[in-house]
């Protein structure tokens, strides 16, 4: 099964006019195993940003909260007046390569970084999470016309 490696997270705070802005750098290592290798077998694969909450001290409310707007694999917006992000399937296969690096930026909000909403004032505790499901092959199932006999 394919893993992740050396991955990292680096935010850069800038200031756009009047406002704050993080530009986010996410990079990492998918490595093919000799199964993924052979079978070619593909992976779904998400990169977002998550608010780490749990195991820290002081505890928090021990949450991993989705950061708005922080997937950095490609998303489609619904339409309407209160578009919804929609991940798009990312589709990664070992090709014969034993591993590939991933590359991927995004400028947000300083504030959409704000995890830890008052009363709790402590730092905001942010991480790259990236998850690879493997998509398995699906079965086929036919069915051929239908024959009527009178066996009587």
């Not at 991955?7 to 195993?33: C, K, Q, R």
């Not at 990169?47 to 490609?74: F, M, W, Y």
Request: with cysteine; net charge negative.
């Amino acid at each position: 099964m394919a893993s992740v490696s050396n991955l990292t997270l680096a935010i850069e705070v800038v200031n756009d006019g009047p406002d704050l802005e993080a530009n986010v750098t996410v990079d990492y290592d998918i490595v093919f195993s000799s199964f993924d290798q052979k079978s070619n077998l593909p992976y779904s694969e998400v990169c977002r940003l998550i608010g780490d909450d749990t195991g820290i001290n002081p505890p928090e409310d021990g949450v991993d909260d989705a950061i708005p707007g922080g997937q950095l694999t490609p998303v489609i917006l619904t339409p309407g007046p209160f578009p919804v992000p929609i991940p798009l399937p990312s589709l990664i296969a070992s090709d014969g390569r034993t591993s590939v690096h991933r590359h991927f930026t995004k400028t947000l909000p300083l504030s959409a970084l704000n995890e830890d909403q008052p009363p709790v004032s402590n730092p905001d505790e942010l991480r790259a999470q990236v998850s690879l499901s493997p998509v398995l092959p699906s079965a086929l199932l036919r069915e051929s016309n239908q024959v009527v006999l009178n066996i009587n």
